[in-house]
């Protein structure tokens, strides 16, 4: 992580991640389930990583071991603190101060179960500090339900109420707390170090530090959002309703960033997935984690990709798998049936058909033919297969790994190969063929002759 850049002041953000989630009726942590193939958790660190913040504070409780370790695989320089018991939004709050002590700047608090907050929108925060002590990000709700209202007055924040505590006029508003605040951050800590749970829940409300702010001088302004951004994830319904909103969002990115989707609505991306621009996704392909495509690259339909690397010009499928550390070098070709994982294959090569290439290096322009399989693992240990360049595997090769096949040399079909092939050697690893010349009709004169007995009773 960085300091912030470009002259603004430092930020820090605090990511809300203790909360139970009851609601999801699972014995996963909440933030834990996994939205674009990440769990709730990476999408709003991914938010935060993005403003360039001096610091990431998540503070956790239910599942603190689990969701912490998720927090560091994300980034090791994540601070995580534990919030035990769970008193409420402003008591999680108060848990980041020793981690933000001497911390100058904004802070920013995020929760980690809102995973569709923009950067930009965020960043507008930021800018709204400049004429506000708090900013408050709201959005207008035609069905506003159980959120907090904002009380405004022109421009003003007056008070955020939770609907709990709300009189039936201030539950008559539409406009919506989503739980994302901005302050310097030491004002923040010493607000929330001021808030009591003096309020129908018994709970230490972050949303009291507007009222508490404004005794202290300070003036408390709105910022609004869509409400798509600020949809939460309580059940398993909004998690499905978030995950479609993320794709949907993914797509016209995509679309905007120069990349031909030609049926959008059936393709799924992942959060970190990296497309360049003028490269074309045919119909229902599925992005796993840790993908990233060159500029100019295909994947053609049905496939299935995770964790790999596509340069520029190759092409991929229709329903081809790679699994990850896949790497396929420029105009590689990967053809039909073909499951690739743990493989470097070099420029220019090509695997049409019904293939699986684990655990191999392939040099360029060798061609594998159909059925080709490396037999990377003995049941005990796997195995690495190398393959030079401008070899010609022929069609349906077991290669027993460990094995190596020098450049330019050609495996017979139907080889099972058990020993290093040399450099432009034929290596021909089966049983010679024997032809029984008039065999064929006594056989079939045999068998129609049993087949005839057999009716007849
Ligand atoms: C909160 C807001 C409400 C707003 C709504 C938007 C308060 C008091 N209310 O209500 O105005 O409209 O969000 O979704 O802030 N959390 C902790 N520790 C706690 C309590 C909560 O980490 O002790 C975390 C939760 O995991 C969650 C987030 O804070 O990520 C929000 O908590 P939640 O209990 O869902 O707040 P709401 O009642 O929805
Ligand atoms: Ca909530």
Not at 351 to 363: C, F, P
């Amino acid at each position: 992580m960085q300091v912030s850049g470009s002259g603004s002041v430092p930020v820090s953000v605090i990511v809300l991640a203790a909360g139970q989630g009851t609601r999801m009726n699972s014995d996963l942590p909440k933030v834990l389930h996994q939205m674009a193939a990440a769990p709730l958790l990476h999408h709003a660190l991914t938010t935060a990583r993005s403003l360039d913040p001096a610091r990431i504070v998540v503070v956790t409780g239910h599942g603190s071991e689990a969701v912490t370790a998720a927090a560091l695989a994300f980034d090791e320089a994540v601070d995580a603190v534990l919030q035990d018991p769970q008193s409420g939004t402003a008591h999680a709050v108060a848990q980041a101060a020793p981690l933000l002590e001497g911390a100058t700047g904004d802070a920013i608090v995020l929760y980690a179960d809102t995973p569709l907050i923009r950067e930009e929108t965020l960043r507008a925060m930021l800018d709204a500090r400049a004429r506000h002590g708090v900013v408050v990000l709201g959005f207008h709700s035609p069905n506003p339900g159980r959120y907090g209202r904002l009380v405004t007055q022109g421009e003003t924040l007056l008070k955020i109420t939770e609907w709990k505590d709300a009189t039936e006029a201030e539950r008559s508003l539409t406009l919506c707390n989503s739980g994302v605040v901005c302050a310097d951050a030491q004002t923040l800590l010493s607000l929330v170090a001021e808030v009591t749970n003096d309020n129908a829940a018994g709970e230490y409300y972050l949303t009291d530090i507007v009222e508490l702010a404004r005794k202290r001088g300070l003036t408390a302004g709105v910022v609004l959002c869509d409400e798509t951004e600020t949809q939460g994830v309580n059940t398993r319904v909004q998690l499905a309703e978030a995950e479609a909103a993320f794709q949907a969002r993914a797509r016209s990115a995509a679309l905007e960033n120069g990349v031909t989707l030609t049926a959008p609505e059936t393709v799924f991306f992942a959060l970190d997935t990296h497309i360049g621009r003028d490269a074309t996704i045919g119909p229902n392909v599925i992005f796993g984690p840790g993908v990233t495509i060159e500029s100019g690259a295909e994947i053609k339909g049905f496939c299935h990709l995770e964790g790999c690397h596509i340069s520029r010009g190759a092409t991929v499928g229709p329903f081809a798998r790679l699994r990850p550390g896949a790497e396929l070098a420029e105009d590689v070709h990967v053809g039909n049936f073909v499951e690739i994982k743990n493989a470097i294959l070099d420029e220019g090569v090509k695997v049409g058909h019904l293939t699986y290439i684990g655990d191999a290096d392939v040099g360029e322009f060798t061609n594998i033919g159909a059925g080709t399989v490396t037999c990377n693992y003995d049941g005990v240990m796997k195995h690495r297969t190398t393959i030079g360049k401008r070899a010609f595997i022929g069609s349906d090769t077991m290669l027993v790994a460990p094995v190596a096949v020098g450049d330019g040399a050609i495996t017979a079909s139907g080889s099972v190969i058990t020993e290093n092939v040399p450099a432009e050697a034929i290596a021909i690893g089966r049983s010679r063929q024997v032809n029984k010349l008039g065999l064929a009709s006594k056989l079939f004169e045999k068998l129609k002759a049993i087949k005839a007995a057999k009716a007849k009773g």
